[in-house]
Structures are given as C-alpha cells and as structure tokens.
Antibody
Framework: EVQLVETGGGLVQPGRSLKLSCVASGFTFSSYWMYWIRQAPGKGLEWVSSINTDGGRTYYLDSVKGRFTISRDNAENIVYLQMNSLRSEDTATYYC???????WGQGVMVTVSS | DIQMTQSPSVLSASVGDRVTLNCKASQNINKYLNWYQQKLGEAPKLLIYNTNNLQTGIPSRFSGSGSGTDYTLTISSLQPEDVATYFCFQHNSWPLTFGSGTKLEIK
C-alpha cells in the first residue's frame, strides 16, 4: 500500500524557515517524480515544486523560487521541502504526492504568522 | 503560464443525474490533464489521468474526454458519495497549474 506521510509543519514567524519531510513507502520511491502541492485555508490547490527521480532536475512556482528548495534521499525514501524567508501567503496545508501525481499524503499545515 | 478555467464553480444535481464538469486551458495542453476529487477534510484523490484514463479503483461512472484546450469530466449517474470539489490539473508545461475547482452538491 502506498503511503506518504508529511511532517515538519507548524507555526512560524514571517522571515523564518521550516523544513518539511515526506516519508514514502509501498512503492519504488527512486522510480517516481515527487511533488509538493499546497492549499491555503478554504482555497484551491497550487503546485509548488517537483523533483525528478534522481534529484537532478527541480522545478518551482515563481513565487517560491529562491526561497524553497526541494530535495530527495532515495536511500531513505524521503522527499524534503526546505522553506526559507517564509511569508504569510505561504500559509497552507502542504501535500506531497508521487507520480503523475497519483497518490497524495494527508498533508501538513504550515502557518506563517507573528 | 497556462490558466485553467473550470465551470461551473458550483453545480447542484440530483442523485442519478448525468453530470458534466468543464475545464478550459488557456493554450493547448496536449491531453496532459488530470481530474482530482477532494472531499471535505481529505487529501485530493486522482480520478482520471491524461484526459481519459480511469485511475485504478475509481468507479466506472467517472469518465473524461477532451483535447486541445477543452476537457470534460462526466459522472454518468451521480451518487451521494460524489459530493466533493473537483479540480482539473495540467501537467503539460511548467509551471503546473490547477483549475479553481467545481463544487458538486446534491439537490
């Protein structure tokens, strides 16, 4: 059974950093692209970042480029999202997802507020 | 960036109705269009990928069609458990983009 479990969320002040992790199981992690997608409270879905199978290619939403970094550890089956210089508009539930994307985790809440 | 426009934003229909949800891209997305269902408080679930491919485990009452810039999700016979918000998503080009969603309600 595919499982994606996100951790690392919480309340953080504007300008500070947070690192999200997504632990994957139930599939061959190193064979799939991975994604981070977010959803602000009561709003729609917004793609944030993607990483290819070996981590050599990464893509970002313009508004997070230069502030967020996606990475992966294929030995540990984990994908990360390092979020720096956080803004109030980054407040959202962050989901990791695999593949096309087909399976999604349950999400982790990030609140940026003073 | 490719803009994805979904219509209607809210749809109210009766159990057993045939329901059609629309998604229009601002440019050709070459059928790289997925549909997701999101129930309240849950993560999105993939229904249809690449326009017309039914994801494993999804009931056959869901189907997708389209090409170029215009895409459709059809529910052949609406069931009470289909109450949800439905999002389209293009993965033809970066940045990847979602539609704003169609909220489906039961009359």
């Amino acid at each position: 059974e595919v499982q994606l479990v996100e951790t690392g969320g919480g309340l953080v002040q504007p300008g500070r950093s947070l690192k999200l992790s997504c632990v994957a199981s139930g599939f061959t992690f190193s064979s799939y692209w991975m994604y981070w997608i977010r959803q602000a409270p009561g709003k729609g879905l917004e793609w944030v970042s993607s990483i290819n199978t070996d981590g050599g290619r990464t893509y970002y939403l313009d508004s997070v480029k230069g502030r967020f970094t996606i990475s992966r550890d294929n030995a540990e089956n984990i994908v990360y999202l390092q979020m720096n210089s956080l803004r109030s508009e980054d407040t959202a539930t962050y989901y990791c997802a695999k593949g096309i994307p087909d399976y999604w985790g349950q999400g982790v809440m990030v609140t940026v507020s003073s | 960036d490719i803009q994805m426009t979904q219509s209607p934003s809210v749809l109210s229909a009766s159990v057993g109705d045939r329901v059609t949800l629309n998604c229009k891209a601002s440019q050709n997305i070459n059928k790289y269009l997925n549909w997701y269902q999101q129930k309240l408080g849950e993560a999105p679930k993939l229904l249809i990928y690449n326009t017309n491919n039914l994801q494993t485990g999804i009931p056959s009452r869901f189907s997708g069609s389209g090409s170029g810039t215009d895409y459709t999700l059809t529910i052949s016979s609406l069931q009470p458990e289909d109450v949800a918000t439905y999002f389209c998503f293009q993965h033809n080009s970066w940045p990847l983009t979602f539609g704003s969603g169609t909220k489906l309600e039961i009359k």
